[in-house]
């Protein structure tokens, strides 16, 4: 097991990373403020790992209440959120009951959100059962919902107390959900990690063929970037988080006009940072053999290169509506160069261009 702690001033979690870590109870006990949990997860992880998981904790006396959610991020909404409250509330469960989320970046969303204002405050765990949770959305404390105008718009920060990343669980993750979160993988190599971009490059094929080694490695490295930036710009207010939103400017803006669930987070955040490095291009930031070396990265990894042709009217005006706009002015994350990046903005020429050559 891999350790990552994630230092924070007032609510520091370590990330536990390694195999066969959903039967350590013991990791999990010691947070607990009353031997009850309830369970969030979906339609599909439910049949996975659900019973395990709470067999392993009603070994150690503890009560589990178990909440099966829609799978899909169309049901990220206000409607499935309110089922979590529906459960908590019939269960009487108490502003000491941890909430355990139990899959992908969906539920562990949701049952973040849920936690941060159930009984004003609960605590939660998070258990990612999915490659772009792990190394992503299940570290930072971000959650949130999404709305028919803009995806992620209504949440809130607030940590969990423990995130546990079970290899395992990655076996049964299809192959398309399993690329989609390579692309954040690929993400923090080009924010401001050229080595593990190149290393990414020397061992796709391991990753893509599941490699425990490998992929070990790979959530580690991700997670530990995260931590780093996290522990710096917690709620995102001195703009050093925002550059984790590498690609994601253009790539929510695809999800929303797409209608969510079409395209993966991850294929939209894939294809969002070929335009953000289409776009560096044109500011003559990054060439075009870099262009053509990001993209070779990312057709390795089975994740689409070129975004879906929505006009470029149409992008800015989902794009205007992104959290990261500040006073009007839609703010980008660019690179300067090949592992260097940096929040700035683009005039509507050059995100015209950008869209010109990047969409198919």
Same mark, same amino acid.
């Given at each position: 097991?891999?350790?990552?702690?994630?230092n924070?001033a007032?609510t520091?979690?370590d990330?536990?990373i390694?195999?066969g870590?959903?039967?350590r109870?013991?990791l999990?006990?010691?947070l607990?403020?009353?031997?009850q949990?309830?369970?969030v997860?979906?339609?599909t992880?439910?049949?996975?790992?659900?019973e395990?998981?709470?067999?392993?904790?009603?070994?150690e006396?503890?009560?589990?209440?178990?909440?099966?959610?829609?799978d899909?991020?169309?049901f990220k909404t206000?409607?499935?959120?309110?089922q979590?409250?529906? +459960?908590?509330?019939?269960g009487r469960? *108490?502003r000491? %009951? #941890?909430?355990i989320?139990l899959?992908?970046?969906?539920v562990g969303d949701?049952t973040g959100?849920?936690?941060?204002?159930?009984q004003?405050?609960?605590?939660y765990?998070q258990i990612p059962?999915?490659?772009?949770?792990q190394?992503?959305s299940?570290?930072?404390?971000?959650?949130?919902?999404?709305?028919?105008?803009?995806k992620?718009?209504?949440?809130a920060?607030y940590?969990?107390?423990l995130?546990?990343a079970?290899l395992a669980?990655?076996?049964t993750?299809?192959?398309?959900?399993?690329?989609a979160?390579?692309a954040?993988?690929?993400?923090?190599?080009?924010?401001?990690d050229?080595?593990?971009?190149e290393?990414l490059e020397?061992n796709?094929e391991?990753?893509?063929a599941r490699?425990?080694d490998?992929l070990s490695?790979?959530?580690?490295r991700c997670c530990r970037?995260? +931590?780093r930036?996290?522990?710096?710009? *917690?709620?995102? %207010? #001195?703009g050093?988080?925002?550059?984790l939103n590498?690609?994601?400017?253009?790539g929510?803006?695809?999800?929303?006009g797409m209608?969510?669930?079409?395209?993966?987070?991850?294929?939209a955040?894939?294809?969002g940072m070929v335009?953000?490095a289409?776009?560096?291009c044109e500011l003559g930031?990054?060439?075009?053999?870099d262009?053509?070396?990001?993209k070779a990265l990312l057709?390795?990894?089975?994740?689409?290169v070129?975004?879906?042709?929505?006009?470029?009217e149409?992008?800015?005006?989902l794009m205007?509506?992104d959290k990261?706009?500040?006073?009007?002015r839609?703010r980008y994350v660019?690179?300067?160069?090949m592992?260097e990046?940096?929040?700035?903005?683009l005039?509507?020429?050059c995100?015209?261009?950008a869209?010109?050559a990047?969409?198919?």
């Amino acid at each position: 097991m891999r350790t990552v702690p994630l230092n924070l001033a007032q609510t520091p979690y370590d990330i536990h990373i390694g195999r066969g870590l959903l039967e350590r109870a013991d990791l999990i006990l010691p947070l607990l403020l009353q031997k009850q949990v309830a369970i969030v997860c979906n339609s599909t992880v439910a049949p996975l790992y659900l019973e395990p998981l709470c067999t392993v904790l009603e070994a150690e006396g503890v009560h589990c209440h178990s909440i099966v959610l829609p799978d899909g991020e169309v049901f990220k909404t206000w409607e499935t959120l309110n089922q979590i409250f529906d +459960a908590l509330l019939a269960g009487r469960c *108490e502003r000491k %009951t #941890t909430l355990i989320a139990l899959g992908g970046g969906v539920v562990g969303d949701m049952t973040g959100f849920a936690a941060a204002v159930y009984q004003r405050g609960a605590p939660y765990i998070q258990i990612p059962t999915t490659l772009l949770a792990q190394v992503d959305s299940s570290v930072g404390g971000k959650t949130a919902i999404n709305h028919p105008l803009g995806k992620n718009m209504i949440g809130a920060f607030y940590q969990p107390k423990l995130v546990l990343a079970d290899l395992a669980t990655l076996d049964t993750l299809p192959m398309r959900e399993f690329s989609a979160g390579m692309a954040e993988v690929i993400k923090y190599g080009l924010i401001d990690d050229l080595a593990f971009f190149e290393w990414l490059e020397a061992n796709m094929e391991r990753l893509m063929a599941r490699d425990s080694d490998a992929l070990s490695f790979a959530i580690e490295r991700c997670c530990r970037n995260k +931590a780093r930036v996290v522990a710096l710009d *917690e709620r995102e %207010t #001195t703009g050093v988080r925002e550059l984790l939103n590498l690609g994601h400017t253009f790539g929510h803006a695809i999800e929303a006009g797409m209608g969510y669930g079409v395209w993966l987070h991850g294929e939209a955040v894939a294809a969002g940072m070929v335009l953000a490095a289409l776009a560096s291009c044109e500011l003559g930031q990054l060439s075009t053999v870099d262009v053509d070396r990001i993209k070779a990265l990312l057709v390795k990894a089975g994740l689409p290169v070129a975004a879906p042709r929505l006009g470029a009217e149409r992008y800015l005006d989902l794009m205007a509506g992104d959290k990261k706009v500040d006073a009007g002015r839609i703010r980008y994350v660019l690179m300067r160069r090949m592992g260097e990046s940096y929040v700035g903005e683009l005039s509507s020429a050059c995100v015209a261009n950008a869209l010109t050559a990047g969409c198919e």
